[in-house]
């Protein structure tokens, strides 16, 4: 896919949605932060619906790190892997407290080391909560980019890589929720919806045919 391609792909996106961000609800960096770990292979509507009701009650490291993990349970046990999910944030919590004097830290190193932070949840609490340029690879963005043609790539960090080297940089910003949105409601992944698609002129996708209206 050429240059010329992408810009418009963004132009549309942008014009669809000037100011995207996440479908995870928060008000902090930190509560960004347990969103996205509890996130992990559960939908944002679960999150929401559990952090709905922990953090009118704790909604800072040291009020989390009171409840333990069997408290904290409580409230995710509605979440998949929630056994596992309560014992990192508990340990996340403890080490913002002791590493980071409570806060959220904002470069990828010191988010990395937390537990339950891999890459891409790092990429997220970067680009939602600190606003760099960071592209978090989901299942969503992994299709749309190879699908449409994009960025494709073999594995998510080659697609993260390309991605960030081929948007042009005025997209950089906000690319990655579109491409998110884009894959959960438009470019899904059984039936996308090729017909009803405002990139789909643009869309290198061979098989389109097959799903236009």
Known sequence: MNKEKRTEIFTRLRQANPTPTTELNYASPFE???????????????????????????????????????????????????????????????????????????????????????RKTANVVLNTAFGQPAMAVDTHIFRVSNRTGIAPGKNVLEVEKRLMRVVPKEF???????????????????????????????????QKRDYME
Do not use: M
Not at 51 to 76: R, S
Not at 183 to 194: D, E, H, M
């Open 32 to 118: 960004l932060l347990i969103a996205v770990i509890l996130s992990a292979q559960a939908t944002d509507v679960g999150v929401n619906k559990a952090t709905a009701k922990l953090y009118p009650v704790a909604n800072t490291p040291e009020e989390i790190l009171a409840l333990g993990v069997d408290g904290l349970k409580e409230y995710i046990k509605t979440i998949g892997l929630y056994n596992s999910k309560a014992e990192n944030v508990i340990k996340t919590c403890l080490a913002l407290i002791e590493k980071h004097g409570g806060e959220v830290p904002d470069n990828r190193e010191d988010l990395e080391a937390l537990p339950g932070v891999g």
């Open 172 to 206: 950089l910003l906000d690319a990655h929720h579109w491409l998110i949105l884009h894959g959960r409601y438009t470019c899904t992944a059984r039936k996308p919806k090729c017909g009803a698609c405002i990139i789909e002129d643009l869309c290198e996708f061979k």
